[in-house]
């Protein structure tokens, strides 16, 4: 059992250790359907209606009199009047008012019409808790955990559901017509199923602690106005999202906690190993007394993935102070192999925007990923292939671990090195993994990181292949990685230095 390090410490701010992205199952409708609206009455019919409610018979002498109309005018007024249905002429042709205007003065409401208009609209129910929600994505992210339903809601009448649930689908819409709320359903013209679709939802996840139970993890919905954010919580879908995360985690690590921290050489990560399970409560404890330095402003602890917002300056900060004609070689990303690594919808346009910080030094960013078969070269392209814009396949390279490397070779270089901890499943939220290690610009430490990432990917490189990307070149792009994984490190320092 790892001790409560944080009982004493209950007023800290929880610090953000993950973001994480999933897809919920859900269904489309599309639906015609009929609103009735208040609408606002022209001045001058207003004032005319006030005057019929007020003297309770008025001739059209009198209106065309009072408003100062010629009889065309008066004639036009006449017609409108009586279209509102608020004003009608009784046998001896004079205007009286409506039992509808009569009773809108006696309840002292305002004077207004009714409009009736058609909407063609579409809604999505999520498969969980068979409740309208405020958005779907069409075209989601493959490879993004997808939240398994045990057994799908009885579908209930589509219509049924949408008139039921109308209050939901003004909040969820984006119609701000839709969304006053004198807005009335009128009724369905018709509603039908369209199609199986995914809802994604995000979450920044927290570690924060807990007066009875020590560390807890707890997460907040990103991605929503906050105006709809509720609307996921109300419905269920939230502690839904968070059950998911809950169930601990059924593989048993391929890397050990303690091999990797000998493996990168880090020391400090070392010291918080219990069980080889993580003392997060107390490695974040100690960062916040700033006892967790590595004894140089070269190298710094990264607590989770390296596109999390408070990572993700880390490698633009240190390429903005470099030359601006300096060539850096290319930037080798080799993930880890936990079912979570990656999985946030942010990752595509983070990898972007590291592709245009590393274009000004002739670099690129390139993952590598295991890939020995027809299989294993689908399935790394239904997890990754829509976030990570080039794959390159590795043929003979052992199976992806826990330990996550990204490095630029080189003097200068940079390099991160990471591993993805389970946490106690008394924490909650024991189904992720928390990435943490460090990134560094230390030569020494570049060089270790990668002399592990070479060995990781092995020595076989023969058959390297780029598995998406469009790119004509294609090999000559796998023939330049495979050379630079080669490259031993005395003959990168020679390339790079000399290209200063």
Request: with cysteine; net charge negative.
């Amino acid at each position: 059992m790892i001790e409560n390090t944080l009982y004493a410490q209950l007023n800290d701010q929880p610090r953000k250790v993950h973001s994480l992205s999933l897809l919920v199952p859900a269904r489309r409708y599309e639906v015609n359907f009929d609103i009735t609206a208040q609408q606002a009455l022209p001045a001058i019919i207003e004032c005319a209606l006030m005057l019929i409610a007020q003297l309770e018979q008025v001739s059209a002498n009198e209106l065309q009199n009072y408003f100062g109309l010629n009889s065309n005018e008066r004639e036009g007024l006449l017609r409108e009047i009586l279209d509102t249905g608020l004003a009608e002429e009784d046998r001896d042709g004079l205007m009286v008012p409506s039992r509808r205007l009569q009773e809108a003065r006696s309840n002292q409401q305002e004077i207004s019409l009714e409009e009736i208009i058609n909407y063609n609209q579409s809604f999505v129910v999520d498969n969980l808790t068979g409740s309208i929600q405020p958005r779907a994505d069409d075209k989601p992210l493959r490879g993004l955990p997808t939240l398994a339903v045990e057994q799908e809601n009885e579908k209930a009448d589509p219509a049924q559901l949408f008139t039921s649930q109308f209050e939901r689908f003004q909040q969820a819409t984006s119609v701000d017509r839709l969304k006053r709320f004198n807005t009335r359903l009128y009724r369905i013209n018709h509603c039908n199923y369209s199609q199986l679709t995914y809802l994604p939802v995000s979450l920044d996840i927290f570690a924060s602690p807990d007066p009875m139970m020590g560390l807890r993890l707890k997460s907040e919905l990103i991605g929503f106005p906050e105006k709809v954010k509720g609307l996921l919580t109300t419905s269920g879908l939230h502690g839904e999202v968070n059950r998911f995360f809950d169930a601990p985690l059924e593989h048993q690590p391929q890397l050990s906690l303690s091999e990797h921290t000998s493996a990168a050489d880090d020391k400090v990560l070392s010291c918080y190993i219990d069980n080889e399970a993580l003392d997060l409560g107390k490695l974040l404890l100690d960062r916040k007394a700033k006892k967790t330095g590595y004894g140089s402003d070269m190298t710094r602890m990264l607590i989770g993935p390296i596109y999390l917002d408070v990572n993700r300056g880390r490698l633009m900060r240190w390429l903005s102070h470099l030359p601006k004609n300096l060539q850096l070689a290319k930037a080798i990303w080799l993930p880890a192999g936990t079912p979570t690594w990656g999985a946030h919808v942010g990752l595509r346009q983070f990898i972007s925007n590291c592709n245009k910080a590393l274009a000004s030094f002739g670099s690129s960013l390139e993952v590598l990923v295991p890939v020995r078969d027809k299989h294993e070269r689908y399935n790394v392209l239904e997890r990754f292939g829509a976030s990570v814009s080039r794959i390159t396949g590795l043929p003979n390279a052992p199976k992806l671990n826990e330990m996550e490397i990204l490095v630029i070779p080189g003097d200068p270089g940079w390099a991160c090195v990471q591993y993805h901890a389970k946490l106690p499943e008394n924490s909650g939220m024991a189904g992720i993994t928390v990435p943490v290690g460090y990134c560094t610009f230390d030569p020494w430490r570049v060089e270790l990181i990668w002399s592990l990432l070479r060995k990781r990917v092995g020595s076989n490189l023969e058959s390297l292949s780029l598995l998406n990307g469009g790119q004509e070149d294609g090999k000559e792009m796998a023939l330049s990685i495979a050379n630079l994984l080669r490259s031993d490190w005395d003959s990168l320092l020679t390339k790079y230095e000399s290209s200063e």
